[in-house]
């Protein structure tokens, strides 16, 4: 096997990352294929065959999809070498159940106590190996790991990745992880200002996650142009972290669809929404409005929005101030099927939608889109996002 292509791309566009990489060692080329598709996203991907030597640079972990009782078994010289090599680099090893307990006894004897997880369970491979990597260099660097900005967004990192996981699992978000991730996120832009958050979050890379904190970041500083109090600086920054929640319920083939959707793709995509407010309607702490810009931030004030096609007054205050937010993030990040639109373009666009978005309203976020810019990709037009 070769360099997954968008592990290759990823690696251009982030000097940061140049040379290392995760090694997804499998032989099941087609499996690989779809899963290297994921974690390259995060971070460059290089997969190999078993037997195949390892890629230049530096692994910084290893995903393992291979029968390793059979290797085991047989007495494989290259599979105890690998073995050796990430147990004496002490390099985080992920190993893919395959519904065998002699398997994963197996792969523990062989790669150190590796992390094994069953790929038909779990809420996501990615989350997970994102979680090994980030453990693994606050081990190896604890001064720069630290409690500062960057911490603290690895840590709202992995509490966001745990309120996906308890949604993709049909339980509503713990409250106490939404407050914490709440507190992080408003102190974090009040200390190091919304453009430092950006780059912190974009450094994780990882879709839906990094989404629901930039809109928290941009809901932050909005909250504080605005002069909110506390409590609805809270209210807003928790809208805007719980916003997209119901997405942990949409299969990632559609979340991370390259090309456009289809119809019925579109009608599937859009059922997060409702989908979404009805798994926190299960849990008391999440009060109505909540609900509500959980299930309305896709509405807009002519009506074009969904899921309801609400207008003008009937869409609340903390629902607009949250849709501005989403939009702005949304044309601003990365994204699997188009590149990202600077600052100043998508604020274009959003001035342009001034009969879909509160008018009055932009006028106020203008300043948060000036503290947000920076030097930024080749223009990209492209339409607003509708439903993703």
């Not at 909110?228 to 997209?244: F, N, Y």
Request: a neutral charge; charged letters at 25%.
């Amino acid at each position: 096997m070769k360099d997954h292509p968008q592990g290759r791309q990823e690696g251009r566009q982030d000097s940061r990352r140049e040379g290392r990489y995760v090694c997804l060692v499998s032989d099941r080329r087609a499996r690989a294929e779809r899963l290297a598709s994921g974690i390259a996203l995060v971070q460059p991907c290089r997969m190999i065959e078993p037997g195949a030597a390892l890629p230049a640079g530096q692994p910084v972990a290893f995903v393992i999809d291979i029968a390793a009782d059979r290797a085991e078994a047989e007495g494989g010289v290259w599979i105890e070498r690998l073995a050796g090599l990430i147990r004496a680099r002490s390099v985080p090893c992920l190993y893919l159940a395959r519904g065998s307990a002699a398997q994963d006894a197996a792969a523990r004897r062989l790669f150190g106590s590796p992390v094994v997880i069953d790929p038909r369970r779990s809420a996501g491979i990615v989350p997970t190996l994102m979680r090994l990597v980030e453990e693994a260099q606050a081990r190896t660097n604890p001064v720069a790991a630290g409690s500062g900005p960057g911490a603290r967004v690895g840590t709202a990192t992995r509490l966001v990745t745990r309120m996906f996981d308890a949604a993709a699992s049909g339980r509503p978000p713990s409250p106490a992880t939404v407050e914490e991730g709440t507190e992080i996120v408003l102190d974090t832009v009040s200390e190091v200002g919304i453009r430092a958050w950006l780059d912190l979050v974009w450094r994780h890379d990882i879709s839906v996650y990094q989404h629901s904190l930039s809109v928290a970041g941009f809901a932050a500083a909005f909250a504080a142009e605005l002069g909110l109090s506390g409590a609805d600086s809270r209210r807003l920054a928790r809208a805007a972290l719980l916003h997209d929640v119901g997405k942990a319920l949409i299969p990632h083939a559609i979340l991370d669809k390259p090309g456009p959707l289809t119809p019925e793709e579109m009608r599937v995509m859009q059922t997060h929404a409702d989908l979404g407010a009805d798994l926190l309607g299960r849990e008391a702490a999440y009060g109505p409005e909540i609900l509500d810009v959980v299930r309305h931030h896709h509405e807009r004030l002519d009506g074009s929005g969904y899921p309801e096609g609400l207008t003008g007054a009937r869409i609340g205050d903390l629902v607009r101030l949250v849709a501005i937010c989403d939009v702005h993030s949304a044309l601003t990040e990365r994204r699997v099927y188009r590149p990202p639109m600077t600052h100043a373009e998508a604020f274009a666009i959003m001035e342009a939608q001034s009969g879909q978005l509160d008018p009055d309203l932009l006028r106020a976020y203008r300043p948060i889109v000036g503290r947000a810019a920076t030097a930024a990709p080749s223009p990209a037009v492209v339409p607003a996002p509708k439903g993703r």
